[in-house]
């Protein structure tokens, strides 16, 4: 019983920490090659479209992304021929 018990509050501990876990979503910025890095604490990174940012003087930039939660590595071009 106390095995059964032990697994799980482990379970319910690891969904709890899974629930809560950041997630880095990659967004391709719409009519560039730039690749901006968003964190998400809760949420699908499919979902974002607009990304409100402010520059070195302060000024606020939007930006129309394309976000996905799929690691890729944002400094390679991938060239298909």
Do not use: W
Request: aromatic share 4%.
């Amino acid at each position: 019983m106390k095995k059964v018990l032990l697994l799980a509050g482990a379970a319910l501990l690891l969904m709890c920490t899974a629930c809560t876990k950041e997630k880095n979503c990659r967004c391709a910025v719409q009519g560039t090659q730039n690749v901006r890095i968003v964190t998400i604490k809760k949420g699908n990174c499919n979902k974002i479209n607009v990304i409100n940012y402010f520059d070195a003087l302060d000024t606020m930039h939007t930006d129309v992304v394309v976000c996905t939660d799929y690691p890729f590595d944002s400094d390679s071009l991938i060239i298909i021929r």
